[in-house]
């Protein structure tokens, strides 16, 4: 079997699963900015207007982005992931962690550098199955057109 020949083959299985058995996993994102309409005192750094309706008084004020992706989930909630080695039980993924397999270019922020930053960088929350997480790390992988993100995930404290 040519190299062209696997690659070929990798293509085709690993596009065969996130494409036709991906959910979609929603990137939520939280961005503070501060209230055009009010002034803020420099020294408590609050507003000098507590009736803005815009901020509420508070000087400042958050927009929710979301971004969607479809991803592989493997949700490890009440489903440990378990070895046995001799007569010792240990659990490879605790509880509460969830593992999510994508497209490298669909959580790229510039889909023209593999290398380059991530919209999972600056993720306040992924959001799967109504459960909450956040980012623990990455991992960037696959061969030349096949390039995926592994993203692992942790339950987010609360949920």
Not at 24 to 36: D, L, R
Not at 78 to 99: D, K, M, Q, S, V
Request: hydrophobic residues 30%.
């Amino acid at each position: 079997m040519s190299k062209d020949s696997i690659e070929r083959t990798f293509i085709r299985q690993v596009t065969g699963l996130i494409d036709e058995y991906g959910k979609p996993i929603e990137i939520q994102f939280h961005s503070s900015y501060n209230c055009s309409y009010c002034t803020v005192n420099p020294i408590t750094h609050e507003s000098l207007n507590p009736y803005c309706t815009t901020c509420n008084g508070t000087g400042k004020y958050t927009v929710s982005t979301s971004y969607y992706i479809n991803g592989i989930v493997n949700n490890f909630i009440g489903n440990p992931n378990f070895i046995l080695y001799g007569n010792e039980t240990y659990n490879l993924i605790p509880e509460g962690r969830a593992r999510v397999t994508c497209w490298l270019n669909d959580v790229l922020v510039d889909d023209h550098s593999t290398g380059g930053k991530t919209y999972l960088d600056s993720a306040d929350a992924v959001v799967i199955y109504n459960n909450t997480y956040t980012v623990k790390n990455y991992q960037r992988t696959g061969i030349n057109k096949a390039r995926v993100a592994v993203i692992n995930l942790e339950l987010k404290e609360g949920d």
